[in-house]
């Protein structure tokens, strides 16, 4: 057994995802000594799972903790996104282990992840907003006693421990209580239980908690230095495989999506935005993207010359009416002539 684990998580219609990331992780880090652990559910195709196998997966069907969530919640992310918490459970069986959300995309070697921790998350990448602001707040709804739920926020997606956590046991014990007590409360039920366990490290235990740059290990696709990190993580409304652009963006990951079909795997089930920008590639992107800036020039200067027409009509007017005006005035019975 290799001292180090990989660990994903995704339901039966997410296994294209965990495949292009696979794919991604032979080609960057090709001398990674560490096992793969994908915890699946029962609607996993048989098919889909032999090809995640034969990537190097060891599938592993997850019962999620019994614990009242908010439905909204659930409905968003399933309860796959509690898998994440087993990572402390394995850490009795690996020196390190490290979580990936599979709407990460790998473009370089990420061995360097499993020598963080003891517990390492990357703060939400600033990126993500269109103010290029941090968003405050945990994803709890309330207050949380002796918490902090409007402090920053940090991203679950990237998740890196290792051995010198002590007591990691515990602390997925202490993870499931908060789950049980907070649950209707956890907007992200899982990014909310870590950042309250981030926060309490922080706080008594700083030396066990290291924040990941999220530069090189969780950069958002707004973000420009996404384009060279090491793990890009499309969290938010747009991922890679429901939005033609995004997938224009990152061609690397395209291109594995589309080494996963040839190889027979499930597609994508749900819609894809800008999907026809798909047609031809970046290139084809940009084209389009021109042209559509060129016929809004046309449109403007067609407008602008418009304007000038209607300014010169309107002086004209103008000029009209100040000499009616200006005959009615000398018209008047009175006025001297």
């Excluded at 010198?164 to 049980?180: F, K, V």
Aim: glycine fraction near 6%; proline fraction near 6%; aromatic fraction near 8%.
């Amino acid at each position: 057994m290799a001292s180090s684990l990989l660990l994903l998580g995704i339901t039966g219609d997410m296994a294209f995802a965990a495949g292009c990331l696979l794919q991604a992780l032979r080609r960057h880090s090709p001398g990674l000594a560490a096992d793969i652990r994908v915890y699946t559910d029962d609607a996993l195709p048989e098919s889909d799972a032999a090809l995640l196998r034969g990537l190097g997966a060891d599938l592993v069907r997850y019962a999620p903790p019994d614990c009242a969530l908010d439905p909204a919640a659930l409905k968003l992310f399933s309860h796959m996104c509690l898998a994440r918490l087993e990572a402390f459970r394995l850490l009795d069986r690996y020196r390190s282990v490290v979580w990936l959300d599979v709407d990460t995309a790998i473009q370089d070697d990420i061995s360097e992840l499993f020598n963080w921790g003891p517990l390492s998350m990357a703060l939400e990448d600033p990126h993500f907003t269109d103010a290029g602001t941090s968003r405050a707040g945990i994803n709890i709804r309330g207050e949380v006693p002796g918490f902090d739920a409007a402090a920053p926020n940090y991203n679950s997606g990237v998740l890196a421990l290792n051995g010198d956590l002590p007591d990691a046991a515990g602390m997925y014990r202490q993870c499931m209580e908060m789950l049980r007590a907070y649950g209707p409360q956890l907007k992200y039920p899982d990014q909310a239980v870590l950042n309250l366990l981030m926060q309490a490290l922080l706080r008594d235990k700083p030396e066990l908690a290291r924040v990941l740059p999220h530069d090189r290990f969780n950069a958002h696709p707004r973000n420009p230095a996404s384009l060279r990190a090491a793990v890009m993580h499309a969290f938010g409304a747009y991922k890679l495989w429901d939005d033609g652009l995004t997938r224009c963006a990152f061609p690397e990951w395209q291109r594995d999506y589309l080494r996963w079909l040839s190889s027979g795997g499930s597609p994508w089930q749900g819609q894809v935005d800008n999907a026809e920008f798909l047609e031809g590639g970046p290139f084809f992107m940009l084209r389009r993207l021109f042209d559509s800036a060129e016929a809004a020039q046309e449109v403007l200067e067609r407008q602008q010359d418009e304007l000038e027409r209607e300014r010169a009509l309107r002086v004209k007017l103008e000029r009209i009416v100040a000499v009616m005006e200006q005959k009615n005035f000398d018209s008047r019975p009175g006025q001297d002539r």
